[in-house]
Nanobody
């Protein structure tokens, strides 16, 4: 499946953004959709995932600043990020079609969007 991520931008610290991931044809395949992010000079890291069958949610950060959800009307998987910090600056990628392995690992997912830049700066 081809994925398209959108919604990034420049935001001040403390602000919010809502990122969206859409699948070609409007249908996600596989068991889960996840969001990862990659900051300059750092490895790609897991942010959140949602099980497409059970609706279970998985987060790396337990602060409650990140919320992943599936919008059935729009056929998107969204990531709401609140109380943004400069450390949140990264390219955010959505991923789908997990193979065997942990959903917390980028190596598990076989389909990727192009990424959307999030920059948090005053």
């Amino acid at each position: 499946v081809q994925l398209q991520a959108s919604g990034g931008g420049l935001v001040q610290p403390g602000g919010s953004l809502r990122l969206s991931c859409a699948a070609s044809g409007g249908t996600f395949s596989g068991q889960a959709v996840a969001w990862f992010r990659q900051a300059p000079g750092k490895e790609r890291e897991f942010v959140a995932a949602i099980s497409l069958s059970a609706g279970s949610l998985y987060y790396q950060d337990s602060s409650g600043r990140f919320t992943i959800s599936k919008d059935n009307a729009k056929n998107t998987v969204d990531l709401q990020v609140n109380s943004l910090k400069p450390d949140d600056t990264a390219v955010y990628y959505c991923a789908a079609d997990p193979t065997r392995g942990s959903w917390y690992s980028s190596k598990t997912f076989s389909s990727w969007g192009q990424g959307t830049q999030v920059t948090v700066s005053s």
